[in-house]
């Protein structure tokens, strides 16, 4: 896909990832203007109040722009349409854990083998799409923080000191690398990231994901470790971001 613009966003073209099991693109926000109208009619009509729930300009251009954006990859890159007329497709719904699917206009979820997600901060967003299986995003603009106070709300206790032997410039990155990894992991797991889950999975080697003692007690996890990895992407300087794929059962663990 090439590269599309409006007043609004800008969506790079694709990136592929995990063997081109999983393509994504980010979105460059304009956060100094209201969404303008190629954006806004992009958008269904209950999109559009959703929008407006928002009280600040910069949340309105957040979600609208990566909604946009988000359409413009499923209907040009994956011929989803949300025409009535043609699919019955109505648009984007969120699960009890905020994961997004695609629903009829009956609300039923719609039959494709295709997932998404997105995420958004600050001037950026980020879209990923597999075809294989359930796909996860988070992307963070860095701010400085106190990792000491902060890693112990996110992080297993080995994770918690590896980060206490950095030095306090890189305990930082490393605190955001394990906060965006585990976000997208447990959005392409679909469990959402509150109950602690965070502080339930822990981020290996080559972005391995294993299940702490607590989180299996918990029982809330039932996938399996070797089908589920995240990945470190490259973004714009000042922001960390991460994908995770869960990939089915019916295609080789990455």
């Known amino acids: 896909m090439t ?11 694709a990136t592929e990832l995990f063997g081109g099991k999983v393509r994504y693109w980010q979105v460059r926000l304009n956060l100094m203007q209201e969404p303008d109208s190629a954006t806004l009619q992009a958008l269904s009509p209950n999109e559009r109040s959703e929008m407006m729930r928002f009280r600040q300009r910069e949340d309105r251009v957040r979600f609208a722009g990566v909604r946009a954006a988000l359409w413009k990859v499923l209907q040009i890159g994956y011929r ?3 025409d009535p007329n043609r699919d019955q497709l109505a648009g984007i719904q969120r699960d009890q854990f905020g994961k997004p699917r695609l629903v009829t206009s009956s609300g039923q979820a719609l039959i ?9 901060s600050g001037s950026y967003g980020l879209i990923a799409v597999s075809q294989c ?7 963070e603009r860095t701010s400085q923080i106190n990792v000491t106070d902060l890693a112990p709300l996110i992080c297993t206790s080995s994770e918690c000191d590896r980060l206490a032997a950095l030095e306090q410039s890189e305990a930082g990155a490393a605190f955001y ?12 797991v679909g469990v959402g990231i509150g109950d602690d889950h965070m502080r339930m999975i822990s981020i290996g080697k080559e972005g391995r994901i294993s299940v702490t003692e607590e989180g299996a007690e918990n029982g809330i996890f039932s996938f399996d470790p070797a089908m589920l990895t995240v990945q470190s992407i490259a973004v714009n300087d000042g922001y960390h971001a991460a994908i995770a794929m869960l990939i089915n059962p019916s295609h080789p663990p990455l």
């Open 3 to 13: 590269q599309e613009q409006t007043r609004c966003f800008e969506l790079t073209s």
């Open 80 to 82: 989803i349409n949300r």
């Open 112 to 120: 494709v083998s295709l997932t998404f997600n997105v995420s958004h």
């Open 133 to 139: 299986g359930q796909v996860g995003v988070d992307i």
């Open 177 to 188: 690398r394990l906060w965006v990894g585990k976000e997208a992991a447990l959005k392409a």
